[in-house]
Protein backbone atom coordinates (compact mmCIF):
# COMPACT_ATOMS: atom_id res chain seq x y z
CA UNK A 1 0.00 0.00 0.00
CA UNK A 2 3.11 2.22 0.92
CA UNK A 3 2.06 5.65 1.91
CA UNK A 4 -0.56 6.45 -1.36
CA UNK A 5 -2.79 4.13 0.67
CA UNK A 6 -4.41 3.15 -2.65
CA UNK A 7 -5.45 -0.97 -2.82
CA UNK A 8 -4.68 -2.28 -6.07
CA UNK A 9 -7.17 -3.91 -8.04
CA UNK A 10 -5.55 -7.75 -8.64
CA UNK A 11 -4.65 -7.70 -5.16
CA UNK A 12 -5.51 -10.08 -2.73
CA UNK A 13 -6.68 -7.52 0.11
CA UNK A 14 -6.82 -7.99 3.85
CA UNK A 15 -8.33 -5.41 6.04
CA UNK A 16 -6.40 -6.80 9.05
CA UNK A 17 -2.99 -6.18 7.40
CA UNK A 18 -3.57 -2.51 7.85
CA UNK A 19 -3.32 -0.86 11.08
CA UNK A 20 -6.12 1.95 11.99
CA UNK A 21 -3.63 3.18 14.60
CA UNK A 22 -0.38 3.31 11.66
CA UNK A 23 0.75 7.26 11.13
CA UNK A 24 3.82 6.05 9.62
CA UNK A 25 3.47 7.24 6.11
CA UNK A 26 3.39 11.01 8.14
CA UNK A 27 7.68 12.02 8.91
CA UNK A 28 7.00 13.95 11.36
CA UNK A 29 5.11 14.40 14.73
CA UNK A 30 1.05 15.58 15.29
CA UNK A 31 2.32 19.29 15.32
CA UNK A 32 4.11 18.71 12.14
CA UNK A 33 1.11 17.69 10.02
CA UNK A 34 -1.36 20.46 11.51
CA UNK A 35 0.98 22.54 9.53
CA UNK A 36 1.44 20.85 6.42
CA UNK A 37 -2.74 20.50 6.53
CA UNK A 38 -3.05 24.86 6.47
CA UNK A 39 -0.71 24.36 3.74
CA UNK A 40 -2.96 21.67 1.46
CA UNK A 41 -6.31 23.64 2.82
CA UNK A 42 -5.47 26.62 1.08
CA UNK A 43 -3.87 24.50 -1.88
CA UNK A 44 -7.22 22.39 -2.07
CA UNK A 45 -8.72 26.21 -2.59
CA UNK A 46 -7.02 26.89 -5.33
CA UNK A 47 -7.41 23.81 -7.04
CA UNK A 48 -11.24 23.94 -6.86
CA UNK A 49 -11.47 27.48 -8.06
CA UNK A 50 -9.46 26.25 -11.50
CA UNK A 51 -11.59 22.72 -11.54
CA UNK A 52 -14.86 25.10 -11.71
CA UNK A 53 -12.97 27.38 -14.33
CA UNK A 54 -11.14 24.85 -15.97
CA UNK A 55 -14.74 23.07 -16.66
CA UNK A 56 -13.56 19.51 -17.84
CA UNK A 57 -13.51 18.01 -14.88
CA UNK A 58 -15.82 16.92 -12.03
CA UNK A 59 -14.77 15.31 -8.62
CA UNK A 60 -16.73 12.37 -6.16
CA UNK A 61 -15.18 11.94 -3.28
CA UNK A 62 -17.27 8.92 -1.84
CA UNK A 63 -16.61 8.49 2.23
CA UNK A 64 -17.32 5.13 4.28
CA UNK A 65 -16.72 3.76 7.60
CA UNK A 66 -18.17 2.68 10.63
CA UNK A 67 -20.49 4.87 12.60
CA UNK A 68 -18.03 7.01 14.56
CA UNK A 69 -15.16 6.60 11.77
CA UNK A 70 -14.81 10.39 10.95
CA UNK A 71 -16.85 11.00 7.84
CA UNK A 72 -17.84 14.29 9.20
CA UNK A 73 -15.01 14.61 10.48
CA UNK A 74 -13.54 14.66 6.90
CA UNK A 75 -16.08 16.78 5.67
CA UNK A 76 -15.59 19.52 8.05
CA UNK A 77 -11.61 19.72 8.40
CA UNK A 78 -10.87 18.97 4.98
CA UNK A 79 -12.62 20.99 3.13
CA UNK A 80 -13.07 24.15 5.54
CA UNK A 81 -11.95 26.85 3.45
CA UNK A 82 -13.26 25.58 -0.02
CA UNK A 83 -16.05 28.01 -1.43
CA UNK A 84 -19.07 26.21 -0.67
CA UNK A 85 -20.20 27.38 -4.36
CA UNK A 86 -18.42 24.78 -5.89
CA UNK A 87 -18.65 21.78 -3.85
CA UNK A 88 -21.57 19.81 -2.65
CA UNK A 89 -22.25 17.44 0.10
CA UNK A 90 -25.03 14.29 -0.37
CA UNK A 91 -25.62 12.43 2.98
CA UNK A 92 -26.94 9.24 2.03
CA UNK A 93 -29.60 7.57 4.34
CA UNK A 94 -31.98 4.50 5.04
CA UNK A 95 -33.56 4.87 1.62
CA UNK A 96 -37.34 6.89 1.49
CA UNK A 97 -39.87 4.43 0.02
CA UNK A 98 -39.63 6.26 -3.17
CA UNK A 99 -36.11 5.15 -3.66
CA UNK A 100 -36.60 2.12 -2.43
CA UNK A 101 -38.94 1.39 -5.42
CA UNK A 102 -36.10 2.26 -7.52
CA UNK A 103 -32.50 0.52 -7.77
CA UNK A 104 -30.38 1.25 -5.80
CA UNK A 105 -28.33 3.14 -7.80
CA UNK A 106 -30.97 5.71 -8.85
CA UNK A 107 -31.02 8.00 -6.17
CA UNK A 108 -26.39 8.09 -6.13
CA UNK A 109 -26.85 8.94 -9.88
CA UNK A 110 -28.90 12.40 -9.02
CA UNK A 111 -26.03 13.52 -6.96
CA UNK A 112 -23.21 12.70 -8.92
CA UNK A 113 -21.12 16.10 -9.62
CA UNK A 114 -21.43 18.37 -12.75
CA UNK A 115 -18.51 19.07 -14.26
CA UNK A 116 -16.24 22.02 -12.60
CA UNK A 117 -17.78 20.56 -9.46
CA UNK A 118 -17.27 18.52 -6.34
CA UNK A 119 -19.56 16.19 -4.39
CA UNK A 120 -18.71 14.43 -0.80
CA UNK A 121 -21.22 11.79 -0.58
CA UNK A 122 -21.08 10.84 3.00
CA UNK A 123 -22.14 7.10 3.00
CA UNK A 124 -22.69 6.15 -0.69
CA UNK A 125 -23.95 3.25 -3.06
CA UNK A 126 -21.42 1.03 -0.94
CA UNK A 127 -24.58 0.89 1.81
CA UNK A 128 -26.18 -1.20 -0.46
CA UNK A 129 -23.45 -4.20 0.06
CA UNK A 130 -22.79 -3.41 3.51
CA UNK A 131 -25.60 -2.40 6.01
CA UNK A 132 -27.81 -3.97 3.18
CA UNK A 133 -25.71 -7.29 3.30
CA UNK A 134 -24.93 -7.22 7.14
CA UNK A 135 -28.95 -7.36 7.80
CA UNK A 136 -30.37 -9.12 4.68
CA UNK A 137 -32.35 -7.24 3.38
CA UNK A 138 -31.98 -8.07 -0.22
CA UNK A 139 -31.24 -12.04 -0.90
CA UNK A 140 -26.91 -12.44 -1.74
CA UNK A 141 -28.04 -13.10 -5.04
CA UNK A 142 -28.78 -9.44 -5.22
CA UNK A 143 -26.47 -7.69 -3.10
CA UNK A 144 -23.41 -9.73 -4.88
CA UNK A 145 -24.28 -8.83 -8.06
CA UNK A 146 -23.90 -4.87 -7.25
CA UNK A 147 -19.94 -4.95 -7.20
CA UNK A 148 -20.03 -5.82 -10.91
CA UNK A 149 -22.85 -3.01 -11.02
CA UNK A 150 -21.19 -0.54 -9.09
CA UNK A 151 -18.14 -1.00 -11.18
CA UNK A 152 -20.03 -0.44 -14.56
CA UNK A 153 -21.37 1.99 -13.15
CA UNK A 154 -18.26 4.12 -12.15
CA UNK A 155 -16.37 3.05 -15.38
CA UNK A 156 -19.20 5.09 -17.41
CA UNK A 157 -19.13 8.19 -14.89
CA UNK A 158 -14.75 8.22 -15.14
CA UNK A 159 -15.19 8.07 -18.74
CA UNK A 160 -17.99 10.83 -18.85
CA UNK A 161 -15.09 13.01 -17.04
CA UNK A 162 -15.73 12.51 -13.35
CA UNK A 163 -12.37 11.50 -11.13
CA UNK A 164 -13.62 8.95 -8.09
CA UNK A 165 -11.85 9.40 -4.86
CA UNK A 166 -12.94 6.52 -2.21
CA UNK A 167 -11.89 6.76 1.21
CA UNK A 168 -12.59 3.90 3.97
CA UNK A 169 -12.04 5.45 7.22
CA UNK A 170 -10.43 2.68 9.00
CA UNK A 171 -10.87 2.82 13.00
CA UNK A 172 -10.45 -0.05 15.38
CA UNK A 173 -13.31 -1.70 18.08
CA UNK A 174 -11.88 -0.35 20.75
CA UNK A 175 -11.49 3.50 19.13
CA UNK A 176 -15.17 2.93 18.21
CA UNK A 177 -15.86 2.59 22.03
CA UNK A 178 -13.92 5.71 22.60
CA UNK A 179 -15.67 7.99 20.67
CA UNK A 180 -19.39 6.28 21.74
CA UNK A 181 -18.42 6.69 25.38
CA UNK A 182 -17.83 10.49 24.34
CA UNK A 183 -20.86 10.89 23.11
CA UNK A 184 -22.03 10.41 26.16
CA UNK A 185 -20.59 12.39 28.34
CA UNK A 186 -19.72 15.18 26.43
CA UNK A 187 -23.22 17.43 26.63
CA UNK A 188 -22.14 19.13 23.18
CA UNK A 189 -22.10 15.38 21.77
CA UNK A 190 -24.93 14.19 23.08
CA UNK A 191 -27.35 14.78 19.84
CA UNK A 192 -24.83 12.69 17.76
CA UNK A 193 -25.21 9.61 20.25
CA UNK A 194 -28.10 7.26 18.49
CA UNK A 195 -29.05 3.76 20.27
CA UNK A 196 -28.74 2.48 16.47
CA UNK A 197 -24.90 3.27 16.88
CA UNK A 198 -24.79 0.65 19.77
CA UNK A 199 -26.93 -1.84 17.58
CA UNK A 200 -24.72 -1.64 14.31
CA UNK A 201 -21.59 -2.57 16.84
CA UNK A 202 -22.88 -5.62 17.23
CA UNK A 203 -22.46 -6.65 14.43
CA UNK A 204 -18.45 -5.01 14.00
CA UNK A 205 -17.28 -8.46 12.64
CA UNK A 206 -19.76 -8.74 10.05
CA UNK A 207 -19.08 -5.42 8.52
CA UNK A 208 -15.31 -5.71 8.84
CA UNK A 209 -15.93 -8.96 6.25
CA UNK A 210 -18.56 -6.75 4.26
CA UNK A 211 -15.56 -3.40 4.11
CA UNK A 212 -12.98 -6.37 2.79
CA UNK A 213 -15.00 -7.97 0.72
CA UNK A 214 -16.07 -4.74 -0.84
CA UNK A 215 -12.83 -3.65 -1.39
CA UNK A 216 -11.24 -6.21 -2.79
CA UNK A 217 -14.04 -6.31 -5.41
CA UNK A 218 -14.56 -2.69 -6.37
CA UNK A 219 -10.93 -1.20 -6.06
CA UNK A 220 -10.70 -0.58 -10.12
CA UNK A 221 -8.15 0.63 -12.06
CA UNK A 222 -10.62 4.03 -12.69
CA UNK A 223 -11.87 4.18 -9.34
CA UNK A 224 -9.60 2.59 -6.47
CA UNK A 225 -10.38 2.60 -2.83
CA UNK A 226 -7.92 3.98 -0.21
CA UNK A 227 -8.06 2.56 3.40
CA UNK A 228 -6.90 5.18 5.45
CA UNK A 229 -5.99 4.48 9.02
CA UNK A 230 -8.44 6.76 11.26
CA UNK A 231 -7.79 6.19 14.75
CA UNK A 232 -5.45 9.44 14.96
CA UNK A 233 -8.16 11.84 13.43
CA UNK A 234 -4.43 14.27 12.68
CA UNK A 235 -3.51 11.39 10.55
CA UNK A 236 -7.21 11.13 9.10
CA UNK A 237 -7.52 14.53 7.74
CA UNK A 238 -3.87 14.80 6.49
CA UNK A 239 -3.95 11.79 4.33
CA UNK A 240 -7.42 12.39 3.11
CA UNK A 241 -6.32 15.82 2.19
CA UNK A 242 -3.13 14.57 0.48
CA UNK A 243 -4.73 12.35 -1.74
CA UNK A 244 -7.42 14.50 -2.96
CA UNK A 245 -4.69 17.58 -3.47
CA UNK A 246 -2.62 14.98 -5.46
CA UNK A 247 -5.34 13.78 -7.50
CA UNK A 248 -6.52 17.05 -8.56
CA UNK A 249 -2.87 18.36 -8.96
CA UNK A 250 -2.69 15.31 -11.79
CA UNK A 251 -5.84 16.71 -13.96
CA UNK A 252 -3.49 19.38 -15.25
CA UNK A 253 -5.92 21.87 -14.24
CA UNK A 254 -6.08 25.13 -16.39
CA UNK A 255 -7.69 28.37 -16.69
CA UNK A 256 -9.31 28.33 -20.17
CA UNK A 257 -9.18 31.29 -22.16
CA UNK A 258 -11.44 34.28 -21.66
CA UNK A 259 -13.37 35.12 -24.55
CA UNK A 260 -11.94 38.28 -25.42
CA UNK A 261 -8.44 39.45 -26.40
CA UNK A 262 -7.77 41.31 -23.19
CA UNK A 263 -4.57 43.44 -24.35
CA UNK A 264 -7.76 44.39 -27.09
CA UNK A 265 -10.22 45.86 -24.66
CA UNK A 266 -10.27 49.02 -22.62
CA UNK A 267 -12.84 49.66 -20.07
CA UNK A 268 -14.22 53.10 -20.73
CA UNK A 269 -14.01 55.82 -17.85
P1 LIG B 1 -25.86 8.40 9.70
O1 LIG B 1 -24.81 8.38 8.63
O2 LIG B 1 -25.30 8.17 11.07
O3 LIG B 1 -26.73 9.60 9.61
O4 LIG B 1 -26.80 7.14 9.47
C1 LIG B 1 -27.38 6.85 8.25
C2 LIG B 1 -27.96 5.46 8.32
O5 LIG B 1 -28.55 5.16 7.06
C3 LIG B 1 -26.93 4.39 8.59
O6 LIG B 1 -27.35 3.56 9.62
C4 LIG B 1 -26.87 3.62 7.29
O7 LIG B 1 -26.56 2.27 7.45
C5 LIG B 1 -28.25 3.83 6.73
N1 LIG B 1 -28.28 3.65 5.28
C6 LIG B 1 -27.64 4.37 4.35
N2 LIG B 1 -27.85 3.86 3.11
C7 LIG B 1 -28.62 2.76 3.28
C8 LIG B 1 -29.17 1.80 2.39
N3 LIG B 1 -28.96 1.86 1.07
N4 LIG B 1 -29.93 0.82 2.90
C9 LIG B 1 -30.16 0.75 4.23
N5 LIG B 1 -29.67 1.63 5.13
C10 LIG B 1 -28.91 2.63 4.66
MG1 LIG C 1 -24.44 7.80 12.82
Known sequence: MGDSFEIRPGDK??????????????????????????????????????????????VLVVLQGMDSAGKDGVIR???????????????????????????????IHAQTPAKGHMTIFNRSHYEDVLTVRVHKLVDQGIWEKRYHAINEFERNLTREGT???????????????????????????????????????QFW??????????????????????VIPSDHKWFRNWAVSRTIVKTL?????????????????RIPP
Not at 33 to 43: F, I, P, T, V, W
Open 77 to 107: HVFEGVNPQGVQVAPFKVPTPAEQDHDFLWR
Open 205 to 226: DDYQKAYEDMIQQTTTEWAPWH
Open 13 to 58: FRLSHVGPTDTSAFKGKKEDAEKEMEGLRSELDRLQELLYADHRHA
Open 163 to 201: TILKFFLHIDRDEQRKRLEARLQDPTKNWKFSSADLHER
Open 249 to 265: TGLSLAYPKGEVDVSKV
